[in-house]
């Protein structure tokens, strides 16, 4: 048997990282199988369409490296790979479910529904179809049909017994036939539901194992009713756990945060006595704040560390290596290492993975990663970015840092003297100023404007002087960069500012002192 997966996006407008380590686990387990992945873009949901939507996910897929064998753009065997326009397919198929009793047409009008539905929340009760339709005749059916009345038509749910399904993490699920609501399979505008479509596509599809989020879970059962009244196997499920986060919650109504409470439900407040949001455990999400993968990579995440963190979360691979490519993962990736509990998303473990990949780029490609970085802070003009992307390789942990580990070069951030004190250097405001008086004419008198030229010139002073190192190197570079941390020493920054920025800086602070 050919293995067969799919991914299965509605077009949102934007890849939600949850569904883009479902796109990953699919993908990952047609590879290692030597399957077929396929992409279906489910957009029956007309209202909510959001235009462009489609190559926003087209445009993920592709800088995910996930790509798919049949879909859409690239065509297939199964197509059409778009709900919306696969139309036509579903309805015979309702028709036959019709048929054979497993289905019925309804024409409820939304009045009685929601007057159904209102009597229910009276008791206290889930609402559930009553089957009203289910006892028109043959007869009446059809007269109110070929009249043009509105329908849809439902699922006949049987009224007792139990509905179950094996799935590859959850196991045995059953429900009690009895709980479950005659869902629309066939809505008024002819579309079918999601319910529906997803059962139908798949198996006409071929599709052999079903991998998707755990809140389609409690319907599954549902799904393979519908299997079985059509007498097909059903594909193998693997339910995939949720990604969570612990982050603030916010009331998508009211726009308030909850609160954070000590125990006996006072505010809890800050060291400046302000209340303090509550930190919860949640289900990872756009609304409430949390990254997408679009947000990620503008952030300056690297594809490749995004893909390697979300492929751990969730999923355990047997050794100790935590790093790896695409295709290392196209050949590790197996059902067993799925985990059974939710797994939370920590931007901060993403930021140490993607300091590391950072780590490991060759250089001429971080240079050119980190150009469009630099030149929001820097004119590249005016400054050596190749001897800036030496400098600052190692210590970037996200690419968005850049402008702000930079931007003191374009402009002398303003400071105080009491930066120049530093007990292990030995030196405070006093002693900067006798260092910078000591160390400006040898920088004027340095020839060529290089780092070893710099050094040479004033490391020979500092030992004439009977200074310490640390004296002059922390003021000098405190007085040309305004800055306690910069990338790079003194050398370095001289150079990169050139001499004439430099000096001006030299005695800006200077005369300040
Ligand atoms: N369109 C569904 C979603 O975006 C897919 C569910 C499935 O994979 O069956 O959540």
Known sequence: MEVRTRF???????????????????????????????????????????????????????????SHDEGPDVGGPCGPYIQSQRKDIYLPYAKQLVESGHAYYCFCT?????????????????????????SLSKEEVQ??????????????????????????IYGHVEVECATLDD??????????TYNFANVIDDHTMGITHVMRGNEYLPSAPKYNLLYEAFGWTPPIYIHLTPVMVEGTYRNKKTG??????????????????????????????????????????????????????????????????????????????????????????????LTWFNAEYIRRLPPEQFLEDATP????????????????????????EVFSQLPGMVDFLAEMPDFNSELYTHKKM??????????????????????????????????????????KNGQVLWPLRIAISGKANTPGGAFEIAYLLGRDETMRRLNASLAKL
């Not at 007269?143 to 590859?168: C, H, M, W």
């Open 426 to 467: 030995k030196t405070n405001p006093e002693v900067a100023k006798a260092a910078l008086e000591m160390v400006r004419p040898v920088l004027e008198g340095v020839g060529e404007w290089t780092e070893t030229a710099l050094h040479d010139a004033v490391m020979a002073a500092v030992a004439e002087s009977g200074m």
């Open 110 to 134: 939304k009045e009685r529904l929601d007057a159904t539905r209102a009597e229910a929340e009276k008791k206290g009760e889930a609402f559930k179809y009553d089957k009203h339709c289910l």
């Open 256 to 349: 308030e945060y909850l609160m954070a409470t000590d125990e006996d439900g006072n505010p809890v407040l800050d060291e400046n006595g302000q209340p303090v949001k509550a930190i919860v455990k949640r289900k990872l999400s756009k609304s409430q704040g949390d990254p997408t993968y679009e947000d990620l990579l503008g952030e300056g995440y690297l594809n490749e560390a995004i893909i390697n963190y979300m492929a751990l979360l969730g999923w355990s691979p047997r050794g100790e290596n935590e790093f790896f490519t695409l295709k290392e993962l196209e050949e590790t990736f197996d059902l067993e290492g799925l985990s059974k509990s939710p797994s939370f998303f920590d931007k901060a473990k």
């Open 183 to 192: 869902n629309v399979l066939i809505k008024a505008d002819g579309l079918p």
């Open 373 to 396: 970085w630099l030149a929001k802070a820097l004119d590249p003009a005016k400054f050596d970015f190749k001897r800036l992307a030496e400098l600052l390789q190692a210590r970037t």
């Open 8 to 66: 299965a996006p509605s077009p949102t407008g934007f890849m939600h990282l949850g569904n883009l380590r479902t796109a990953l686990y699919t993908y990952l387990f047609a590879r290692r199988n030597g399957g077929k992945f396929i992409l279906r873009i489910e957009d029956t949901d007309q209202e909510r369409e959001v235009p462009g939507a489609v190559d926003v996910i087209y445009n993920s897929l592709r800088t995910a490296g996930i």
């Open 143 to 168: 007269r109110r049909l070929d009249a043009g009345e509105p329908y849809v038509i439902r699922q006949n749910i049987p009224t007792e017994g139990k509905a179950s399904f094996d799935d590859a």
